[in-house]
Nanobody, 123 residues
């Protein structure tokens, strides 16, 4: 179906920037809704941002709105998360996910997941 591989995670100082990428396989990549989730240590996986298959509509968690930007390049089969003004509370494993459904805010809405990439923000 579709295979997702995240990259771009690492260590960053508070207030800095980081860009995550998610490379996808599959000939029908453009037909999927895509999203970023994150899982802080010891906590449940939570919604970060999503983008519809056409790339017109985007959605953000309140905690990242105004700081993070989700985008996609269907020609390159790649999803991005631009993270600006990062905070220590952004520290988590970040996952990309894909679905073909209408609902986008919950883990249960997604069929495909990447392996995750660690983002650590120091104070």
């Amino acid at each position: 179906q579709v295979q997702l591989i995240e990259s771009g995670g690492g260590l960053v100082q508070a207030g800095g920037s980081l860009r995550l990428s998610c490379a996808a396989s599959g000939r029908a990549f453009s037909a999927y809704n895509l999203a970023w989730f994150r899982q802080p240590p010891g906590k449940e996986r939570e919604f970060v941002a999503a983008i519809r298959w056409r790339g017109v509509s985007t959605y953000y968690a309140d905690s990242v709105k105004g700081r993070f930007t989700i985008s996609r390049d269907n020609a390159k089969n790649t999803l991005y998360l631009q993270m600006n003004s990062v905070k220590p509370e952004d520290t988590a494993v970040y996952y990309c996910a894909a679905n073909r459904g209408n609902d986008i805010y919950h883990v249960r809405d997604y069929n495909y997941w990447g392996q995750g990439t660690q983002v650590t923000v120091s104070s």
